[in-house]
Each structure stands twice: as C-alpha cells, then as structure tokens.
C-alpha cells in the first residue's frame, strides 16, 4: 500500500481538528477524510481564558484516530503535520505527561500587569527589536511566568527540569511522541516574546526579563523537520512528526505565499493579515508586528503581520445586534441595492481598533447618516470597512517599507462575499485570489509535512482548481474620495473615545 497521504492536526482556539490529504505524485493535495470535535472554553474570572490541555490532547487523539481509520489505515500515511493556535501556555509535568494548570489563551489579559510594567520600565524598545513583539500579555512569555509562580513548586521543579512549557504545538508533539520529543516549532516561537528573531534561538537576557526557566522551554526547530516519532502504540506505527507552524503562518504556507510580497489576509470573525517580506526581518514603526513566516529546508522568510479586531463580527452584529438580516449571506445581495454608501460609513470598533491604530478604548461608530438612509447603508458600511481597514493594514506595510505586495490571497467565512472581496480589490489597488479550497491553516501544515518527509519535492505548486480572482476596476477619484471619508470616520471614532487625534 502507497503511503501517500499526510494526517494534519488543526488544533484551533474553538476545535480540534484532523484531515487526511492524499498527495499525488504531481505534488496536489485532496482532503479525504475529517474529523473535528468542539473544544470547551473557560472563563473563570474577567478577562481570562484557559483550555484544558488534557482535553485538546483527547480531542487530538480521538480525531487523529477517526481520520486514520477513515481513510483506510495507518500504512496510508507518510507523516504528521501540525497547525495550532498560537500563543496558547501549557505547563506539564515532565514525569507524568499531565498539565499542571489550564491552558492559558492568547485572548487572556490576566498578565497585562507584567507587560505594562515593563514597558514602563523602558523596555518595549529591547524586546521589540530583538522579536519583532510589542509588549503585550497576547504573547507567551508572561503566561508561563504566570503559571510557574501560581503551581506550587513549580519554578524549583522546573530548576530541577521536571516540568515543561510549550505552546500548543510543543505539548501535542510532547504527548504524540509519549514524552520523547520537546520540541517547537520556530513560528510559534516566535510568538513567545522570548526567541531572537534574527538567530531563531531563545535569548537568556529575554528569559530572565520575563522570569522564564529556558530549562522548561521546549528546543526550536526548522517547520519542516523531523520532529519526532509518534509513540508506535497510538496509531499502530511509529508515524514522523515532520510539519508545524503557527495557524496564520500554516495559512501562508498553504495560500503558497512564500515569496517576499506575497501575502495573505484571513477573514473571519476578525481579520490577520501575514505578509511575507522576505529573508530579513522589517521592524516595524506602525505597530505592525514582525514575525517569522516560516523557516524550511535552510530558507527563512519573514513576515509583518497586523490584525482586525472586528471583520465578519461586523456581519454578525448586523444579524443579531441590528437585525437588519437574517442570514449572513443576505448582505452581498442587500449592499448591491444601493448604487453607492450614500456618504455612510461604520467603524467597526466593537472591542476597539487593532493595528495600525492600536486603540483599546475606541467604540463603533457610524457617520454620514441622512434620512435616506435604511439598512442597507449599514450593511454596506459594514462591508466596506472590511476593505478600508485592509488598506489601512496595507498603508502601515508601505511605511515600514516592506516591499510591495503582488497580490493578496484570502480565506475565511467573509470572502464568500463577492461585493466584499470586488470591493477589497478596488480600494486596496490588489488583485485579490480565492483559492477553490480554503482549509489553509490545515492545508499549509499538509504540505510542511509533505515536503518534510520526502513526499513533495517542493513545498508549494499550485493547485490545479483555478482560484476566484477580482481585479480593481474603480477609478482614482472614487477610491480617493472613499478612503477620504473613511479617514474621517477612523478619526471620529477614536476622538469620541477621548483618544488623541491620530
Ligand atoms: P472564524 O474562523 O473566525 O470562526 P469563519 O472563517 O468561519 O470565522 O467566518 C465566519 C464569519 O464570516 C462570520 O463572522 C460571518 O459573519 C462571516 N460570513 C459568513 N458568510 C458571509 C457572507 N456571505 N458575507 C459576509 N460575511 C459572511
């Protein structure tokens, strides 16, 4: 039996999941089995966020399992590959493979003291330049500072190296490998505050910054390596482990943005835009954040990456909050009923605004409000700010000087939306490309690990379904008169707040 498929492992903030891709010998990839199960969310004060480790890992297992019996067998497959959400801190005991405390998410604030006192203390410029980070408790390092004083004993255990810490993609290759491999990938090291950008390596004086053991702390590793073996009695054979990366830089990977310009933008209920900007990193002045896009088979490639707070949340409170549609698909067909927004513009900046803005306290807001104006404008309003903000994310890349994008590939729930994406691609000057498959995230750990274990002899070729492709096609004036009034928006929304005019 030809062992031609890879099983991906999609761990995400809201599910796990696992895929089987046949690979053909022409290097295209087809998903022939999934398995996804729900994962629990706690919240067990204001602003915190945990998962339970010991959870993700019998989700991880019980899927896995259901995708290898599914399509066909063990024997069908070459290698795993791994794509997590990033940022997320586990600690475990080393003995007995147990997590010592709940997940901390990425979307938990509890350590925002810490970042604050050290950007207080004169240090964000350090650390930004050393990892491309601002100083903010979404990063790593002040979550495992946090888990090891609150488990009793654990900093004198980990002196003792008897407990680990990872990220998610860290524990999953821990618990995979039965305790055999303590490894992480070097995209989700970056993600930590605590890895050199430049060397990929961890930094002593970051660790001692943060007041992290780099005892605890997992060996970094190239995306496409080998990683380890899983423990033969999980699945019948010993499978490699030959592919992780972070979910957003698993995206690149799988949109096949791997030369500087390219780029990809994921629109869900917000919105991350990766851009890849070539083989050094660009630090950025806007607040952007630097990051490595991934690093394979002795190439590096670096990325900027900004994110949006509120994209398809926008439809969302359309149809719950506002209850001007029924479905979210109603919106392409209810903007197309006016001929243009009427002069009315919304601000989506339900939890404030994210980059390049960075204003925690901003609010939604809508101007330009006549007594013409009906749902429709509000649906409109809402479907351009997804483009308006792309730009803005586009015009901060410009002024860091990363270099020019070719064109901008998209995924996620939104860009079911024809007029959003037409709309995109006219006010951000870009061709905007849709790829027929859209699984990137689980897609671009496939094809790490494809290419990982010998399977693909390259690590992207184009897949043979042509994308949906829309070209811009709207005059100078227009989209200067557009973005013009969206600034104007932008500015309302963050003075009204009380924010600085920016
Ligand atoms: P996530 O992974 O963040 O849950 P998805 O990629 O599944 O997000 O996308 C879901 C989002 O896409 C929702 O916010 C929804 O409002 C939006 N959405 C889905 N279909 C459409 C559509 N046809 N037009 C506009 N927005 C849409």
Redesign the pocket.
Request: aromatic fraction near 6%.
């Given at each position: 039996m030809q062992a031609n498929m890879i099983l991906a492992i999609d761990q995400?903030t809201?599910s796990t999941r696992a895929i089987a891709f046949e690979v053909t010998p022409q290097g295209a990839f087809s998903a022939v089995a999934v398995s996804q199960i729900e994962l629990a969310q706690h919240f067990p004060q204001s602003g915190w966020v945990e998962h339970d480790a010991a959870e993700i890992w019998r989700a991880t297992l019980q899927t896995c399992r259901e995708v290898v019996r599914k399509a066909g067998g063990v024997d069908r497959f070459a290698a795993v590959g791994i794509t997590n959400q990033r940022e997320t801190s586990v600690l475990w005991d080393a003995t007995t493979g147990e997590p010592l405390h709940r997940a901390i998410v990425w979307q938990d604030r509890r350590t925002a003291d810490v970042t604050t006192r050290l950007a207080a203390e004169g240090h964000e410029a350090a650390v930004q330049a050393a990892t491309g980070l601002i100083l903010d408790p979404y990063f790593s390092a002040s979550k495992y500072a946090w888990l090891l004083d609150a488990v009793p004993g654990a900093r004198e255990r980990a002196a003792r190296g008897e407990v680990k810490l990872g990220t998610i993609d860290a524990w999953l290759i821990w618990k995979l490998t039965g305790g055999a491999s303590h490894v992480t990938d070097a995209t989700n090291a970056s993600r930590t505050s605590l890895m050199d950008l430049s060397t990929l390596q961890w930094r002593e004086d970051l660790c001692d910054l943060f007041n992290v053991p780099m005892k605890a702390l997992p060996d970094i590793r190239g995306c496409a390596d080998h990683l380890g073996d899983c423990d033969a009695s999980l699945f019948g054979r010993a499978l490699p482990i030959h592919g992780a990366a972070g979910d957003q830089q698993a995206a690149l990977v799988g949109h096949g943005a791997l030369k500087a310009g390219d780029a990809k933008i994921?629109?869900?209920?917000?919105a991350f835009l990766v851009a890849n900007v070539g083989e050094a990193p660009v630090a950025s002045t806007s607040r952007l954040l630097g990051t490595l896009g991934y690093a394979a088979d002795g190439h590096v490639a670096y990325a900027l990456e900004g994110s949006i707070f509120s994209?398809?949340?926008?439809?969302?409170w359309l149809?719950d909050g506002l209850k001007v549609i029924s479905?979210?698909?109603?919106?392409?067909a209810m903007a197309q009923t006016l001929k243009d927004n009427g002069g009315v513009y919304l601000v989506p900046g339900f939890t404030g605004l994210g980059a390049p803005w960075w204003q925690p306290e901003a609010r939604g807001t809508v101007i330009g409000l006549t007594r013409d104006s009906g749902p429709a404008h509000f649906v409109r309003a809402a479907?351009e700010s997804l483009a308006y903000q792309t730009r803005d994310l586009l015009d901060a890349l410009k002024k860091d000087g990363a270099p020019s994008l070719t064109r901008l590939k998209v995924?996620?729930?939104?860009?079911?939306?024809a007029?959003?994406m037409q709309f995109v691609a006219d006010i951000c000057e870009l061709e905007v490309e849709r790829p027929a498959f859209?699984e990137m995230t689980a897609m671009g750990a496939a094809r790490l690990a494809a290419f990982g274990v010998g399977l693909t002899a390259e690590l992207w070729t184009a897949p043979a379904e042509a994308p949906a492709v829309w070209r811009p096609r709207m005059g100078d004036e227009e989209r200067a008169r557009l973005l013009k009034g969206w600034r104007g928006a932008v500015k309302a929304a963050i003075i009204a707040a009380g924010g600085d005019e920016p």
């Open positions: 995400g809201t994921t629109y869900g209920t917000g994209a398809g949340s926008a439809i969302q149809r479905d979210s698909r109603q919106s392409e479907l995924d996620g729930g939104v860009t079911a939306n007029f959003a859209q």
